[in-house]
């Protein structure tokens, strides 16, 4: 339905069986989604970025239909550490040690651990739509906690959560979908139906808060012990210009204190910029990818 000529497949990871989708021709491009969705947030763009690239669009570990392995007291297992190997694990098993990465929300924080774990796997990384975790924590105040709410909501310990998400999985996701975009409109039914579809999964729901509680504790860890690492890949930095993103955070500038050759824009949209703008990001990813492709 939602990626025409490419393949599914289920390819084991460092820790969990990764569900994916793999089409296209040219140099590998991986593609990470974010939260609440999968990997179909990229149909809009794929078919563009699938002239030039062969792409592989994964559910992370905990999303969609991937593995969703049981956690542990310090949410290790739902590390962005322990994703990325995934990712590095699923691309070795394709053929791909090196490869070009794009990420988005959640997606884009593996890629950024991804790059810094595995940098010689990485040659050029595109993050959209966010600034470093440890930024986000650190300058967390009144008007940011209000728009990302659902980072204090999430890490909530037993159970909370996922009881409250549970009690009405479909309405959580359009209210996170509505909240978040410019204008909601822009998804088209197929899409919010499968997002809907996975999160009435409470196992899915589940590890999507470990992923969450993760981030609040063993990620932060790891980025402070890594606190004198910079992204050494070129990087790309594409944020919504009527997001919160943008409305809280130099984002630009946030990046150039975690790498050492980084470019970016915003975009006129929210926070889901391949489906609110796809053209438009397609674009601005193809550019800067192809940079290194010939």
């Not at 049981?70 to 694990?89: F, I, Q």
């Not at 909240?179 to 997002?195: K, N, Q, R």
Request: include cysteine; aromatic fraction near 10%; glycine fraction near 8%.
């Amino acid at each position: 339905m939602f990626f025409p000529g490419f393949e599914t497949r289920r390819v084991a990871g460092a820790g969990a069986d990764i569900h994916l989708r793999i089409g296209g021709s040219g140099p590998p491009l991986l593609l990470l989604h974010g939260y609440p969705q999968t990997h179909v947030m990229w149909h809009k763009v794929a078919p563009m970025l699938a002239r030039h690239f062969t792409l592989v669009l994964p559910d992370l570990r905990g999303y969609g239909e991937s593995g969703k392995p049981p956690s542990d007291d310090a949410h290790l297992v739902y590390s962005k550490r322990a994703t990325a190997a995934d990712m590095v694990a699923v691309m070795a098993q394709l053929g791909f040690k090196q490869f070009r990465l794009a990420g988005h929300d959640r997606g884009a924080r593996v890629a950024h651990r991804l790059s810094l774990d595995h940098p010689q796997a990485v040659q050029r990384l595109a993050l959209l739509d966010i600034v470093p975790t440890l930024t986000m924590f650190g300058r967390m105040n009144q008007a940011i906690a209000s728009g990302y709410y659902h980072w204090l909501f999430l890490i909530q310990p037993n159970g909370h959560p996922e009881r409250m998400i549970g009690a009405d999985p479909d309405y959580y996701i359009t209210s996170k979908l509505g909240a978040w975009a410019a204008d909601a409109s822009v998804f088209t039914p197929e899409a919010v139906a499968e997002y809907q579809r996975c999160f009435r999964d409470p196992a899915c729901i589940h590890a999507t808060c470990e992923d969450y509680r993760a981030g609040a504790g063993i990620d932060l860890e790891h980025d402070r012990a890594d606190l004198d690492k910079r992204i050494q890949a070129p990087l790309l930095v594409l944020w919504g210009a009527q997001g919160q993103i943008s409305r809280h955070f130099d984002v630009l500038g946030c990046w150039r204190e975690k790498a050492v050759n980084v470019k970016g824009l915003g975009l006129p949209c929210g926070h889901f910029l391949p489906e609110e703008r796809p053209e438009d990001t397609a674009r601005a990813v193809l550019d800067f990818m192809r940079e290194a492709a010939v």
